[in-house]
């Protein structure tokens, strides 16, 4: 194989790692980005993780989430670490419902993602009330949570299509 | 009963310990070290903390770049609005040069008026010069969270910008630095719950204090004297009893929205800044 292909397939194996730290850094958060449909926003990160824990693990390792959710919290000004330790309570939790499942179903890996993201989120608010002196937006963390629950389905069609092709070229 | 429990221990176990195949560190020990740096940077120890300057530093430029798309995307949105707005509001400002040119010559007179009294009176306008030293900065990041409304921007330390310093764009105060890195700070806007401004409402001698609730269309005044009703329509002016900032700048106003309740909003819109000024309390023209 040429080297032309050979860097084509590295990228595309790499693509959510990449996405992720992009999500990290840049300032796009769901629809955020259209004023009319600021209520409509979500947290990709938290999808991404909790589909690729739960389907593919090798594609995302947890040292990425770790250095991802360090860089989120540089860039949203919350104390360092924070949305690591989300991100790695959402890991724990699907990694457990990963090996707790026999047969997989959507339906039911989505249903199993509301404890997931209770927990996470918990974890956020429990390091933000203790650790640091900012208020809340609680309504904004519900609408955040409820449509990044929402949106899953959608998402784990996406990324599962693709990610099946991955698998396929890499075979 | 125990062959369950134990089957729950050994799941759990193996979510906390097992690596998998490609993964270099287990979620226990990532987790362990994320509670780590949590306990550290709540410590605050002068040497955590100028790490942390530097990682921001270093995260802040990164993020700027990584942030581009998002912003053209941005940029394209506004201008297709801006593009639909223009015809109306080219109407309306021709009513209004109209009516500015009329008041022009009522404040001509107002200006010699005022001139002429302040000399029979002996006093001069010396003294609020002091200070007025401004520092433009540009807006790095204006992410969003349900945490924080804060901007970044691209002056720190390095220019003199220490933590306290009032930040303006386009001649209103839109917030205070809270964070000041060697070449970055973050400013905490007027619309953050965090934010606390004392006020003094236009047309009485009424001090509150103004807070934010997330929306620049829906400020909180708190400390209000008991029966003190809120007229619509009001400029609310910083009052300087903190000391620090400058008195008389414009920062809110009154309103009545749609349903008729009476509202405040900030005179600035802080997510559309994208150069402001720094300065010790007091706004530079």
């Known amino acids: 194989m040429n080297i032309l292909g050979r860097t084509k397939n590295i990228l595309l194996s790499n693509l959510p790692v990449i996405i992720f730290y992009m999500l990290s850094f840049s300032t796009f958060e769901g629809l955020k980005e259209f004023p009319d449909l600021v209520a409509f926003y979500f947290n990709l990160q938290m999808i991404i993780v909790y589909f690729y824990v739960l389907k593919f693990p090798d594609y995302l390792g947890y040292g990425h989430i770790f250095f991802a959710g360090i860089i989120s919290d540089v860039v949203t000004g919350i104390p360092l670490g924070t949305s690591s330790l989300s991100y790695l309570i959402l890991c724990f939790f699907t990694s457990y419902i990963r090996n707790a499942t026999l047969r997989s179903k959507m339906t039911a890996e989505w249903i199993a993602f509301i404890p997931a993201l209770f927990f996470s989120n918990l974890m956020y608010f429990i390091v933000i009330t203790n650790f640091s002196h900012l208020s809340f937006y609680y309504v904004e963390l519900l609408q955040n949570t409820f449509f990044t629950f929402l949106f899953f389905p959608f998402f784990y069609f996406l990324l599962n299509s693709y990610q099946k092709n991955i698998v396929k070229i890499n075979a | 009963m125990a062959d369950s429990r134990d089957d729950f221990i050994i799941a759990i176990r193996y979510a906390l310990l097992k690596k998998g195949t490609k993964q270099k560190f287990s979620l226990f020990?990532?987790?362990?070290?994320?509670?780590?740096?949590?306990?550290?940077?709540?410590?605050?120890?002068?040497?955590?903390?100028?790490?942390?300057?530097?990682?921001?530093?270093?995260?802040?430029?990164?993020?700027?770049?990584?942030?581009?798309?998002?912003?053209?995307?941005?940029?394209?949105?506004?201008?297709?609005?801006?593009?639909?707005?223009?015809?109306?509001?080219?109407?309306?400002?021709?009513?209004?040069?109209?009516?500015?040119?009329?008041?022009?010559?009522?404040?001509?007179?107002?200006?010699?008026?005022?001139?002429?009294?302040?000399?029979?009176?002996?006093?001069?306008?010396?003294?609020?010069?002091?200070?007025?030293?401004?520092?433009?900065?540009?807006?790095?990041?204006?992410?969003?969270?349900?945490?924080?409304?804060?901007?970044?921007?691209?002056?720190?330390?390095?220019?003199?910008?220490?933590?306290?310093?009032?930040?303006?764009?386009?001649?209103?105060?839109?917030?205070?630095?809270?964070?000041?890195?060697?070449?970055?700070?973050?400013?905490?806007?007027?619309?953050?719950?965090?934010?606390?401004?004392?006020?003094?409402?236009?047309?009485?001698?009424?001090?509150?204090?103004?807070?934010?609730?997330?929306?620049?269309?829906?400020?909180?005044?708190?400390?209000?004297?008991?029966?003190?009703?809120?007229?619509?329509?009001?400029?609310?002016?910083?009052?300087?009893?903190?000391?620090?900032?400058?008195?008389?700048?414009?920062?809110?106003?009154?309103?009545?929205?749609?349903?008729?309740?009476?509202?405040?909003?900030?005179?600035?819109?802080?997510?559309?800044?994208?150069?402001?000024?720094?300065?010790?309390?007091?706004?530079?023209?």
Do not use: C, W
């Open chain 2, 29 to 285: 020990f990532l987790i362990s070290l994320s509670i780590l740096i949590i306990t550290l940077d709540k410590l605050s120890l002068p040497i955590v903390s100028s790490t942390r300057a530097v990682i921001n530093d270093l995260v802040y430029e990164v993020a700027y770049i990584a942030a581009t798309p998002g912003k053209f995307l941005s940029y394209l949105n506004k201008k297709k609005k801006d593009h639909f707005n223009t015809v109306n509001k080219n109407k309306i400002l021709i009513e209004e040069i109209e009516s500015l040119k009329s008041d022009r010559y009522d404040n001509l007179y107002l200006k010699t008026e005022n001139y002429s009294l302040r000399k029979v009176l002996d006093l001069s306008n010396e003294g609020y010069k002091k200070d007025e030293i401004s520092i433009k900065a540009r807006v790095i990041i204006d992410r969003d969270s349900p945490y924080l409304k804060s901007l970044l921007v691209s002056k720190g330390r390095k220019q003199n910008i220490i933590k306290g310093m009032s930040v303006f764009s386009k001649g209103y105060l839109i917030g205070t630095i809270i964070e000041s890195n060697y070449i970055t700070a973050r400013v905490l806007l007027i619309t953050d719950l965090n934010s606390k401004i004392p006020v003094v409402i236009e047309g009485t001698n009424t001090n509150a204090i103004l807070g934010g609730t997330g929306k620049k269309t829906d400020l909180r005044l708190d400390y209000l004297p008991d029966g003190f009703i809120l007229e619509p329509n009001k400029i609310l002016y910083t009052s300087g009893k903190d000391g620090f900032l400058a008195i008389g700048l414009p920062v809110a106003e009154t309103y009545l929205d749609k349903k008729n309740n009476l509202r405040i909003k900030s005179l600035a819109d802080p997510r559309q800044a994208s150069i402001i000024n720094i300065s010790k309390g007091q706004f530079n023209k």
